[in-house]
Nanobody
Framework: QVQLVESGGGLVQAGGSLRLSCAAS????????MGWFRQAPGKEREFVAV????????YYADSVKGRFAISRDKAKNTVYLQMDSLERDDTGIYYC??????????????????WGQGTQVAVSS
């Protein structure tokens, strides 16, 4: 089992920045990927970014590419999401996820087994 705890959400003006953190505990060696999804009110959960521990590779949704950056601190079993140039459409609950998705499932929530409780991000104009 892997437990994930997110932090760092909040209210920010458009154009501002936030950094989310996701601390993993438990048997963290059983999963290679840690990523972020988000869900806006009335919308489906969508993929944001993912990082692979073994290769260091990262992958982003087109909507956040160039504005968001995912990184890992292996020693702390923590993954971060640095969000810059925030837009109103970035508003939502951000969830940390961990698992071993196959390549075709990287962008799908079904590809991840473990989830955090979510942290709220609100971007005002």
């Amino acid at each position: 089992q892997v437990q994930l705890v997110e932090s760092g959400g909040g209210l920010v003006q458009a154009g501002g920045s936030l950094r989310l953190s996701c601390a993993a505990s438990g048997d963290t060696s059983i999963t290679d990927s840690m990523g972020w999804f988000r869900q806006a009110p009335g919308k489906e959960r969508e993929f944001v970014a993912v990082s692979w521990r073994n290769t260091g590779r990262t992958y982003y949704a087109d909507s956040v590419k160039g504005r968001f950056a995912i990184s890992r601190d292996k020693a702390k079993n923590t993954v971060y999401l640095q969000m810059d140039s925030l837009e109103r459409d970035d508003t939502g609950i951000y969830y940390c996820a961990s698992g071993n998705p196959i390549l075709s499932s990287v962008r799908s929530s079904g590809g991840y087994r473990y989830w955090g409780q979510g942290t709220q991000v609100a971007v005002s104009s």
